[in-house]
């Protein structure tokens, strides 16, 4: 394990070793040296930041950053005028490319008074030619450049650049067309002590018409049970009583393994490991949510009674042409089934209106599947065309004004729906996961439920990190006021 390393045992004399994740330990190590050096020079801790774009993927992928960057010395800063930031990107909308564009932009006025302030991007933008390309030609104060698939050699890239090339503007640009095997035993530094995120696989193989996932993070891969298991282990040694297993679609877990193994069988491994209290996951494709998984999911005691399960539309014939695999009627028996399992579960889903030849009627279904599901919350999102996707190119581009209207009548529907819901949780007591203190209302603690409903209640700093009973007692859409139960156990 990472944990475990002998720096003693890394000979800097030697050549860097040609296997990882050794040859990354090798250029941690001279750069942890490189920044005693440093501190000597300044009198002062080289300062970092991280910032995130995009899904739980991207955050834990910021974590790993964080834990390479902690562990050559650099302190943790929360503004952007530090001697290193970080900006892990997302594409899966147009408007996430436009924020990182002028968020670089802003950077500049930083490097003329601090030269030797390093810029690094990374993350899913980064995979596409044209976005890399005109950082190059416009954005001449970044310095490295990393992809999806080489996140593990960030250690290498900074110490091209701040041992071989410190003074000069050359960028170094490091990406990858397709993934390498998975290296594994990086270190990291959670942002929460007390929950994390837990990579079960990575890429995807669904290639929904819209959407450039597949393209910018590769074909499916899924990690070993056994690297996942051990992981979880180590993560619990360390105080995290919560996990989020992650993947594009954690339903199709193990199918490229050598040795295949299925979701719900994985999950049963997690479920046995002591001292683990809460189980997530994230993402489900309707298409591939198996029946042994809805039996699990009633008889788990540790998975949470929440299930996100990406609806898109609520059109049969559009989601054929999105390349779901399911019908609208598919959809709705699906979480009929859930509910029946686990009666008090939360569905959540992600809603997309406006792809390309969406009628009033194909709109009008999405609306009638919300009511149906009765979600308990809904990210809802305006199609925005991804090139390089099919949907791209489709004919019967939906007009802006039209889009702009169904997504008014999409957010007050779901608003509706979800209200609805959230009462019904009302009066209830509930185990909380205290996470943090409530920076708005003195005295107060936000933790979050099973079913991922937000709660604040009155309490003690001292309850963070611990599972609490809290009475729900005023609903505000997805969070809750609460009153704490006092245990008496
Ligand atoms: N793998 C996950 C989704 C990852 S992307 C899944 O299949 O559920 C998160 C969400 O972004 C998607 O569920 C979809 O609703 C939205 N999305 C993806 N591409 C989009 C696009 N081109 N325009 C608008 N929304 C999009
Ligand atoms: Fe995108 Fe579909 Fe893959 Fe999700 S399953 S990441 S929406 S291609
Ligand atoms: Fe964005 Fe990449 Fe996630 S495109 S949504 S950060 S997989």
Request: charged share 30%; with cysteine.
């Amino acid at each position: 394990m990472y944990n475990e390393i002998n720096w003693d045992s890394i000979d800097l004399k030697q050549a860097p070793p040609d296997i990882e994740p050794q040859r990354q330990y090798y250029f941690i190590k001279m750069l942890k040296n490189w920044f005693d050096g440093k501190v000597k020079e300044k009198g002062r801790k080289l300062t970092c930041q991280v910032n995130t774009f995009g899904c739980q993927m991207n955050s834990r992928d910021s974590e790993k950053i964080l834990g390479i960057l902690k562990c050559i010395g650099y302190i943790q800063s929360d503004s952007e005028n530090a001697d290193l930031v970080v900006f892990n990107t997302c594409t899966v909308r147009e408007n996430a490319n436009l924020k990182v564009y002028g968020r670089i932009g802003q950077l500049k006025k930083y490097k003329v008074k601090n030269p030797g302030m390093v810029t690094v991007l990374c993350g899913c933008m980064m995979q596409e030619k044209e976005a890399v390309a005109k950082i190059r030609k416009s954005y001449k104060n970044v310095d490295i450049i990393f992809g999806t698939h080489n996140i593990y050699k960030f250690a290498e890239l900074l110490a091209m650049k701040v041992l071989d090339s410190p003074d000069s503007s050359k960028m170094i640009i490091d990406i990858l067309d397709n993934a390498e095997s998975i290296v594994e035993n990086l270190p990291s530094k959670r942002k929460y002590p007390f929950k994390s995120g837990v990579n079960i696989m990575y890429g995807c193989n669904n290639f929904c018409s819209y959407c450039i996932v597949p393209y910018v993070r590769g074909r499916e891969r899924s990690r070993k049970p056994e690297d996942i298991i051990k992981e979880i282990e180590e993560l619990v040694k360390d105080g995290v009583k919560e996990v989020m297993l992650l993947g594009q679609n954690v339903n199709s877990y193990g199918k490229n393994l050598e040795n295949p193994v299925t979701f719900t069988e994985l999950l049963e491994m997690v479920e046995h490991i002591d001292g683990l209290c809460r189980i997530r996951f994230m993402t489900s494709h309707p298409k591939d949510l198996s029946d042994s998984l809805i039996e699990f999911m009633g008889r788990s005691k540790k998975l949470c009674k929440h299930i996100h399960l990406p609806l898109q539309s609520g059109s049969s014939r559009l989601l054929k042409i999105m390349n779901r695999h399911y019908t609208k009627e598919d959809y709705l028996l699906l979480v009929d089934k859930i509910k029946k399992a686990v009666p008090d579960i939360a569905v959540t889903t992600d809603i997309i209106t406006g792809f390309p030849g969406e009628t009033e009627e194909d709109f009008n279904e999405t609306l009638d599947v919300i009511e149906k599901a009765g979600f308990d919350n809904a990210f809802t999102f305006i199609y925005s065309k991804r090139t390089g996707t099919p949907a791209a190119s489709m004919e019967g581009q939906v007009p802006e004004n039209v889009v702009k209207e169904r997504f008014d009548r999409l957010l007050e529907k779901v608003h509706n729906v979800s209200s609805k819901k959230s009462a019904q949780y009302l009066g209830k007591v509930y185990d909380v996961l205290a996470e943090e203190v409530n920076v708005q209302e003195d005295g107060y603690i936000t933790g979050r439920m099973g079913q991922n409903y937000l709660v604040h209640f009155k309490g003690d700093k001292n309850l963070i990190g611990k599972i609490v009973p809290v009475k729900l007692c005023e609903s505000r859409g997805f969070y809750y006021y609460g009153e704490l139960v006092q245990n008496n156990k």
